[in-house]
């Protein structure tokens, strides 16, 4: 059973009607080709979209190829419908912690489960125009729905269809990878492409693989009230992250409920009457359950099948195609953007990539996928956010490290707002105020994270930081903070001497 090569967004209500009728119009005629593009995309989710749309913008004649839904994963079964969850999941959280804050809710508030998927069904519905096909043509762009394939060494060929390009870019995106886990193939699973199309509240939900995603979704279905079993092979949740900055989100996990099984090996699926009968050794300990449904979100897959890469000699692995630092792939008239090439698989990092393809490809430029400053976040409640260097990779780069960490309990506003799990932590170059990474956790690191990552896209020193006013009371004045906590360091033993010397001859 593979559940991620068939669109699973079917057209049952008017929200899902309205995404169809914007991103995949059963209607749509593709145009005639012009004789000859100066691109041509396959695939429209954020990367194509942006390259797309970007060259058209600067004169070029421009085909976007989409198999499937224009906007791709974010918009319809990856960002736009998770956080559209997770904001509801936070209002859950809201009532249930409303005591604390002195407010009493009578008994009987409820989730109503199918309202909340309604909700999201909707605002994906009222974002698509900005994807669809009708607004990409509008703005210039040939739009062509079908499977894009080359077909020779200047061809795309699509619906039947040649397309002739001078420059192609490869934007075909990833999808939810099938680990190797024993009996995964005989048992009924969801992955991201599924889970939004649930009508039902899983009255227990399995979800394998403790990152983001899995993070993520465990947090807000065991809010919204599922039993939720999370297992992950590693030591802990978000493995990439700083262990003290994990051990916060696991910890609030568990708070909500989540049944973390980390250090999980021998895991063992088989079908059950119920559902999925999910077998694991978590710390040594044998564990047996069994769940209504089972979330596969343990790593991706780049989709590179059917794209007919050999014709034109485009090399591909497990990572998906192969790249150079200019996204060029090993077809010098090939690019390549988004999470079909890159390790940072995030809407943003796909948007700067579609960018610096379109400078490279059309105007032989020379930007490097290496100089882009990319920073992330988990949307957890709290949120973990980071960019540039975690302290663990600094010593394999031959960098030396000086790290200031602002908890958040001593911020008036994390105070006030009952949020004080978490910290701002800036890594500077050893003896200078050069940041080279942060990390923040925080309900809003995601936000906050910017701030940091526009001083190191910037050059702007901590030292800067430190003397930026920012409104108190604020959570962004942890990151001024830290700033302060700089500042301290400068004060040597003779400048202070100095000073007291001063202040003494001036009594
Ligand atoms: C559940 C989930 C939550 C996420 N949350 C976030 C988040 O909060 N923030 C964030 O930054 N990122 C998030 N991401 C990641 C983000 O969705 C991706 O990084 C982003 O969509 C990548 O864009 P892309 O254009 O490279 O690929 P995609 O969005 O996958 O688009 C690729 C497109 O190519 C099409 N295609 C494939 N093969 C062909 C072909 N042969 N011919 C024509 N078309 C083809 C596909 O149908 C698809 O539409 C999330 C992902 C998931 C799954």
New binding site residues.
Partial sequence: MNENLSPPIQPWDSHNRKLVANVAPPDWKNPTPASRYNLVV???????LVTAVGAAGLGAKVAL?????M????LN???VP??ALIRAARAVASVREAGEYGITIPPGATVDFGRVMQRMRQLRADISPHDSAQRFTDLGVDVFLG???FTGPDAVMVGGQTLRFSKAVI????RAAAPPIPGLADVPYLT?ETLFSLTELPKRLGIIGAGP?GCEMAQSFARFGSEVYLVETGHGVLAREDRDAAQIVQTAMERDGVRILCCGKDLKLTRDPAGVRLRVDSHGQGFEVVVDQLLVAAGRAP?VE??GLETVGVEAGKKGVKVNDRLQTTNSRIYA????CSPF??????DFMARLVIQNALFKGRARASSLIIP?AT?TSPEVAHVGLYEKDAPAKGIELDTFTQELNQVDRAILDGETEGFVRVHVRKGTDEIVGATVVAAHAGDLIGELTLAMKGRLGLKTIGGTIHPYPTQAEAIRKTGDLYNRTRLTPLVKSLMQRWLAWQR
């Fill in positions: 396959i695939g429209g989710g954020t990367a194509g190829v989409e198999k499937h839904f906007g791709g994963d974010c079964v990856g960002c998770s956080k499977a894009g394939r934007a075909t995106g990833a991201n995603i989709n059917g794209l953007c988004g999470d079909i698989q995030f809407t943003h990092a796909a992330w949307y």
